[in-house]
């Protein structure tokens, strides 16, 4: 490659490690995988309860569920309803969960079952037109009374916002002056803010929030009031005036004008029953894509026992990395290119102390063997085939004389390459031949520290996380080996080398 | 043993590892190019036509039925070397150097009976030296009768002498020395004497041995500092033509001078150490970057080996 041609490599490198990282953060955002391993995340598991008496007749009911809960997004939905058939209608802006059944007697219990988000940060109702006011005719005495309360409102405040925030404060139901108690009576409150703010030229109307709680059962709604500033609906606690949806509170019904309706019933009611869960915010990740399609960028669509053979694959790549930075960088002589790797995916499975004792004392013992069968004078494809057997016999050795002994790990010894161990003994023990002890100490205490380096770094449950629901991370491992095979600079191992050459400066 | 800084390194413009292999051996040579440097049978038959001689080849084993004709054949030889064709570092190489009755006498002076170079026969055709452990064939050359003048001061083995051919120049050249650490190879990472040699006129320069510097042969007692090599023109103008030979860009040319046929050529090797670098004192790169820049390469041998012998003896 010459001098020129090396600029668009280095773009296509850039490009390659951009790619991967972009894709990455694009998915973190998107979709929610989460950097970490153990994030979690809470779920509010919500359950309505549709209680009421069957009048022999068939019945239809039909619940408002929440669509577009302001903080909140929806995870799973299901009825549990035995005999009922179930659908989720949309109509007209509001989804509605409607169960039927032909003939029913007596008293009749049905559940909705919602899992809850919270979304973080929490976001705001979104934009909607502006709808128009309704028109509301009042009765004298109500109509003066109504009006000098607006007023006395409208004084004291200067936005739509503010009025809402006034009125709420003087139409409470303790309030003592004259006008209010005429209005006021404890349960129609809401209900007649929402008609004054309406009369006053706002566009209002009432929502119903439930108040989160861990293992709170047999909860009832509880009312807010809505105004629509131009924007978007704005919510108020009519008790308060406080402004905006407060922490916890799931508003299950906005806009739409009956909570429950049920035909062929009687003494129909809702109640709501509520646990907080934990999921692993990779889970929720995992369930919300497969809802949306992207699903198709992640592992977790395979089956379970192909998803475990790609979490091994995915860390190759990570092994193959450093094995290049420490010939490369550091120049660390290895037996074997990749050797060192296939020893490290062992010591995955084993861990390291036992991974590394059974590996040494295989490599010895067959050592020890190998000499003998070198005086056998045998061509080299038998000698390694026999190589092979003696390898397994010694595996097998160590294992039953590990377990024997009460070490467990001494089984791990199997998941060692038994070819790759073989090729070991038989190359360690030409080298010792060939060129001495020396020689066989070097490379092998190289490979081993690489293979061990490599380990390290593939065990990290940070690095088993990403590689495998990353996968587009590979890409930037991809560019930075890319770089370092146009890595001209010295090694490591080069300046002790070279250092002789000090007599010559 | 202390480190010395990169920059430094860079002043003294000693090539590297990552950057010969990247700069020089994949960028100028052909890796098609390869099997004629890695097969020593090959070259054999590659540089006969460019006049560049070799060891004479007695004979060639290439099926495991035929080490049975191996017996015939050495029976009245009084010395051989044993060669794996594909073979890098000498490994594999087994030098007979005389006859004790039944057996023959290696160099290192071990006494072994037939069956052993028998068995070695089969290791080499079984690909046991061969380079990623393919087939390969064994070949058996004549021994070489080092010149007397060279032969005092390698001990046992017969010194050679490595040339860094780029583009066709003589670059950089060594004696290697074999040493009893050496074990009689002429291996330098094996403890074998590198001495470096000024391209210019043939004469020693420094002498390393396990990287470090050293005036005199540990074994054999002798002043390193006065070596000179006969003929040195011709030697030069021999690694040269190899050039033309192999078309490989960037190459080790090691050499024997035969008391009876001259300089000979050993073998060739597409990859060749760093070492020569550190034997001669001085860095490869000046010298490279020299050809490098060079607008109108020379045509012929000759003329690249006065360009060399004039230019690098400074450089």
Known sequence: MTAQSKAPFYVFVLLLIAAGIATAVWRHLELGVPWKTGEQQPVWMIEARVDFEGLGEAAKVNLHIPENPPGFRILTEQAASPGYGFAILEESGSRRAEWTKRNVTGTQTLYFKAQFVPEDPFTESEHSAQPDPRNEFWEEPQSTAVRELLDKARE????????????????????????????????????????????????????????????????????????????????????????????????????????????????????????RQTLPALQLATMESNKNGFSVLGFHQLPIEEQGMFRMLLLLPLGALIVAFMRIVIGIRTSGTFMPVLIAIAFVQTTLVPGLVAFLSVIAIGLLLRGYLSSLNLLLVSRISALIILVIFITAGLSIIGYQMGFNTGMTVTFFPMVILAWTIERMSILWEEEGAREVFTQGTGSLVVAIFAYLAMDAPMARH?????????LVVLGLILLMGQYTGYKLSELRRFNPMKAYD | ????????????????????????????????????????????????????????????????????????????????????????????????????????????????????????LTNILAGLYSLAGTPDVAIVESLVQCSPTLAKYSFEGV????????????????????????????????????????????????????????????????????????????????????????????????????????PLLLELNARPGLAIQMANGRGLLPRLKDIEALKLPHFSPAERVEYAMKTFSKL
């Open chain 1, 156 to 275: 004291r405040s200067s936005s739509p916002e503010s009025l809402t925030r006034e009125l709420i404060r003087l139409v409470q139901p303790d309030a003592s002056t004259q006008n209010t108690t005429l209005l006021v009576s404890e349960d129609n409150h809401v209900k007649l803010l929402d008609r004054m703010l309406n009369y006053a030229g706002i566009a209002a109307r009432t929502a119903d929030g439930l108040q989160l709680e861990d293992a709170r059962r047999r909860q009832q709604l509880v009312p807010f009031l809505q105004i629509h500033n131009g924007e978007r609906w704005l919510t108020f606690d009519p008790r308060t005036g406080e402004q905006g949806v407060p922490e916890n509170l799931l508003l299950w019904r906005q806009g739409s004008e009956s909570l429950l309706d049920v035909v062929g019933g009687d003494d129909s009611e809702v109640s709501f029953s509520m646990l």
């Open chain 1, 466 to 474: 990403l590689t495998f629901n990353f996968p587009e991370l590979h």
């Open chain 2, 1 to 120: 043993m202390g480190w010395i800084s990169p920059r430094r390194l860079t002043k003294l413009g000693m090539l590297n590892m990552n950057r010969r292999n990247v700069d020089y051996i994949s960028r100028y040579n052909e890796r098609s190019s390869y099997p004629l440097v890695d097969n020593k049978l090959k070259t054999k038959l590659a540089v006969s036509e460019y006049d560049v001689k070799t060891p004479k080849l007695l004979q060639v084993v290439r099926q495991q039925h035929e080490i049975s004709h191996f017996r015939e054949m050495a029976e009245d030889l009084e010395g051989f070397a044993i060669k794996p064709a594909k073979g890098s570092g000498g490994k594999g190489i087994t030098v007979v150097t005389g006859r004790d009755g039944d057996e023959y006498v290696k160099a290192s002076g071990a006494r072994v009976s037939v069956s052993v170079l028998e068995r070695h």
């Open chain 2, 159 to 262: 010194p050679d002498i490595r040339i860094v051919v780029f583009r066709g120049y003589p670059v950089m050249a060594m004696l290697r020395l074999a040493t009893k650490a050496s074990d009689g190879k002429a291996n330098l990472h094996q403890g074998a004497i590198g001495v470096g040699l000024n391209i210019g006129t043939g004469h020693s320069l420094n002498a390393v041995q396990f990287n470090r510097p050293v005036t005199l042969h540990p074994d054999t007692g002798l002043a390193l500092e006065n070596i000179r090599i006969e003929d040195w023109q011709a030697m030069l103008e021999m690694a040269s033509r190899c050039y033309e030979a192999t078309g490989l860009g960037y190459m080790g040319v090691d050499l024997v001078v035969d008391a009876n046929e001259g």
